[in-house]
């Protein structure tokens, strides 16, 4: 079972920081979860919501600021926001990278940055695991390029996921597991998906992830789960 920090290591640190990434590497996962967005001046950036005010001292919507002014804006650890190049830099092919689409119009420039460090660093096409709620942006990466895993996020079921991700050819879904069970992990894998369940933060359900055998899991506690990997 591969088990993937979510947002970085959420549960340890800032999430979606390149701290975050740094911690969650230094508990050697096997890969990290984070989340992107689109800015003003079109650069992708790695922050959860929509908005700067949860997780930043700034106000207001990711997509009106330039990167230039995002810069000036914080967690409240001093934590800046990364762009999604600074943590494919920091993370340069070490783990796995589950990017997921969470702002709008992010397919086509996510492509670009992913291509362009495939051609260059040691990232590979199978690095990476693109998933998204939004379908929608997983058709129009389909419709782009056929190079990268996709991984269909559901917060209802596998069911409802599984007709979606024929259509994308998907590699996975992911299910939330509040909703999880046992059938709906041989349901996806009888179709032939693998399943990466999140949040898995306390022991008995990792526990039970792994006794479905599911693929992986994404967790906020990354240390929790590699210091205890025999569980
Ligand atoms: O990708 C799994 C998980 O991160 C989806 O939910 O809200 O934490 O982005 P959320
Ligand atoms: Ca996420």
């Known amino acids: 079972m ?12 800032a999430e979606n920081t390149l701290e975050s990434v740094e911690i969650a590497l ?11 967005h689109c800015c003003k001046t079109g650069e992708l950036v ?4 929509e908005t700067l005010d949860r997780t930043t001292n700034g106000k ?25 190049d600074q943590v494919l830099d920091l993370i340069d092919g ?35 695991i693109i998933s998204s709620f939004d379908h929608e942006q997983l058709f129009e990466l389909k419709k782009s390029t056929s190079h990268f895993k996709i991984g269909v996020l559901t917060e209802k079921s596998v069911v409802e996921a599984l007709p979606i991700a024929k259509k994308l050819d998907a590699f996975s879904i992911h299910p ?8 709906q992990v041989d349901l996806a894998r009888e179709v032939g998906f693998d399943v990466y369940v999140w949040t898995v933060n306390d022991k008995e359900l990792i526990k039970k992830s792994k006794f479905w055998k ?3 899991i994404i967790t906020d506690f990354p240390n929790f789960v590699t210091e205890k990997r025999s569980i």
């Open 94 to 128: 070490q783990c796995l990278l589950n990017i997921e689409l969470k702002g709008k119009d992010t397919v086509i420039p996510t492509i670009k940055v992913l291509e362009k460090y495939i051609r260059n660093t040691n990232w590979e096409y199978n690095d990476f």
């Open 26 to 36: 230094l508990h050697n996962v096997d890969g990290i979860e984070i989340d992107i």
């Open 214 to 216: 599911v693929e992986g």
């Open 2 to 13: 591969k088990i993937f920090g979510h947002r970085g290591a959420a549960g340890l640190i």
């Open 60 to 84: 207001g919507n990711v997509k009106d600021y330039s990167l230039e002014d995002l810069k000036q804006y914080s967690t409240q650890e001093g934590y800046a926001i990364p762009t999604l």
């Open 176 to 183: 939330s597991i509040e909703i999880l069970t046992r059938d």
């Open 46 to 49: 790695v922050i959860h919501d």
